[in-house]
């Protein structure tokens, strides 16, 4: 047992009973003095630690093994704990006042008094009443228990000491400009980044899954063999996250240190939420990877979907929390020490002090740029209105576009010919004469036909045993020159009839553009027929796109298209999408 100093040395008095207590009694005292004494003299001469010695602290959260924070409120030592204090409306912030450890303690002479070691080597350290099973490692706050220690992956790793097995080399973080640090929460996709929808996202084979249809564009996790990795990944990693569509992470990425992280993951087959161990889930510069596809080690839940899960959450009831650190201040890795021009760059940069003008490596820097390329006067004398090349200390010029060539009939390319291209002064025309134009023509009358729906979808009916027609209107345009017109629909039939070959009549009028006053004339013409492709229609509500015989027209023609039905087919006809079509 560790000897503790007592300040009262009790001598026997008159009437006390001589026995060996009593007389060994201030004896007794005098060893123990003696002995704290020499302990106190043995460390000091050793430089192992300092300790605070007769501390008041806070009986309820500190315990022998207890690291502490002062508390100027109470004007006592009280039981450090991990508290982070958010930025309000923000996902960061930084350790709150409980997290600043000063020290552990060492010995508890009584329940509100205690001996505190601010730094140095606790040997036979006692940590059974702050940590469960301690096991050599670091030593940190936790955040669920003041005065408590926690090993392991947890969250917000703030560092009090090292523990061997025996001995606690005891070293608490005080943060200051080197080593203050930030601390940001995210919440985690956990879905696989797939354009599939559902169980398609995923292939479970031999209690192992792979991701399908892996999409870039798509929140979540990505095999680790993905081509927007780059080959980054670490040799294991099974899954990688998808940076590309979580951006505010990326932009602070990665931990400093790189296992300054941890990942709580809750969902119903971890309610009460889990720490993911260490070596499932790394970090590295590059990114956050996943090392194990087995079928209860993967991000999402298993079975995917989860069955369990509300239809309305698309995380599947499972919600994954990544906490991380950021130091604010590190070492010249993080921070421009200086900044110098480059002695070989042709374009040379001269560094200043923004306040004075006079050159400057450090403090409120401004760059000046100076040109110091030189024109190569090998350059055609014409087109030369764009830098195009630099080579060495000389710059050449060149067109703004290199050559330009059309990839239609219709554009006709005017300049001067490179080739298939042109260059130079550029001329562009559009031929709107030629190829083909589609355009949608205009209903114009019904007789005896009705617009219905079918499904949501609107379409006009020819009903059955029922003479019926409609008129469509196309007015082309003066540009068009001369041209085939044919009539293009998706043609509906409702009923199964196998015998049937349904067929709706086309007659046409073509009104053309008069040189003079011209009498109208509202005769029509046969075309030929919208014939169903096959014979009989095999299910109802069946379509099928068709085409009718061509017309010849030319540019600025009014025509007028009559399309009727007339036929022993059982069900109703119906027009769902109607197009014209003009080729030359």
């Known amino acids: 047992m560790t000897a503790v100093w007592e300040d009262l040395i009790r001598l026997i008095t008159d009437g006390e009973s001589v026995n060996a207590a009593n007389t060994n009694r201030p004896t007794r005292s005098l060893v123990n003095r003696t002995e704290f004494l020499k302990n106190l003299i043995q460390t000091l001469r050793a ?83 702050v940590i469960t099973t301690p096991s050599a490692g670091m030593l940190y706050l ?78 979540g996790w990505l095999p680790a063999s993905h081509a927007s990795f780059g080959g980054h990944a670490p040799s294991g990693a099974k899954f990688g996250y998808n940076f590309a569509e979580h951006e ?52 999402w839940e298993h079975p995917y979907p989860n069955p369990a899960a509300d239809p309305n959450l698309c995380t599947h009831n499972r919600q994954m929390v990544l906490w991380l650190t950021k130091l604010s201040h590190l070492t010249s890795d993080l921070m421009v020490t200086s900044l110098k021009p480059c002695s070989d760059s042709p374009i040379q940069i001269e560094v200043r002090n923004c306040v004075t003008g006079e050159a400057a490596s450090t403090g409120d820097l ?49 300049g001067t010919a490179l080739g298939d291209a042109f260059v130079g002064d550029i001329t562009l025309s559009l031929d709107e004469g030629t190829g083909e134009v589609e355009g949608s023509p205009e209903l114009v009358a019904l007789n005896n036909a009705r617009q219905e729906v079918i499904q949501g979808i609107p379409y006009v009916e020819f009903p059955a045993s029922r003479e019926s027609e409609i008129v469509y209107k196309i007015a082309l345009p003066t540009t068009l020159g001369t041209a085939n017109l044919k009539l293009c629909v998706w043609m509906l039939c409702s009923t199964v009839d196998l015998a049937s070959t349904p067929a709706l009549p086309v007659e046409y009028s073509r009104i053309v553009t008069p040189s ?60 769902l999408k109607v197009r014209y079509v003009t080729t030359p």
């Open 47 to 129: 430089g192992e630690a300092l300790v605070l010695e007769g501390q008041s602290v806070d009986a309820s959260t500190t315990w022998v093994g207890s690291p502490v924070y002062w508390d100027s409120s109470t004007s006592k030592f009280t039981g450090a704990k991990a508290v982070i204090d958010f930025t309000p409306g923000a996902n960061y912030g930084h350790p709150g006042p409980e997290a600043m450890v000063r020290g552990v303690v060492v010995e508890k002479p009584t329940s509100t008094t205690a001996n505190i070691m601010i730094c140095g080597l606790w040997r036979d350290a006692t940590l059974t009443s």
């Open 142 to 219: 936790t955040s669920a228990d003041s005065g408590k220690l926690a090993q392991g992956n947890i969250l917000g790793k703030i560092q009090v000491g090292y523990y061997d097995g025996t001995n606690v080399f005891v070293n608490p973080v005080v943060l200051g400009t080197i080593t203050d640090h930030v601390h940001y929460k995210f919440d985690l996709t956990t879905d696989p980044a797939s354009s599939a929808t559902g169980a398609a996202k995923l292939t479970l084979t031999s209690g192992k899954y792979t991701i399908n249809s892996a999409d870039v564009t798509e929140p």
């Open 248 to 299: 505010e992470l990326w932009d602070v990425w990665p931990p400093q240190p790189l296992d300054g992280f941890s990942m709580e993951l809750t969902g119903p087959s971890t309610p009460d939420g889990i720490i993911v161990p260490d070596g499932v889930v790394v970090a590295d510069e590059y990114g956050l990877w996943w090392m194990d596809d087995c079928e209860s080690q993967c991000p």
């Open 366 to 414: 401004c760059l000046y740029l100076e040109n110091f390329l030189t024109y190569d006067p090998t350059d055609p004398a014409d087109q030369t209105v764009a830098v195009k090349e630099i080579d060495g200390d000389k710059y050449r010029t060149g067109s703004v576009l290199s050559t330009i060539k059309s990839a239609t009939p219709r554009l006709n390319v005017a």
């Open 516 to 575: 003079s006053p011209s009498a109208l004339s509202n005769a029509f013409t046969a075309l030929g027929n919208l014939t169903w492709p096959i014979t009989g229609v095999t299910v109802g509500n069946q379509y099928a796109e068709v085409e009718s015989p061509t017309l010849t027209v030319s540019g600025g023609d009014l025509v007028l298209l009559k399309v009727s039905r007339s036929d022993s087919y059982s069900g109703n006809i119906g027009l």
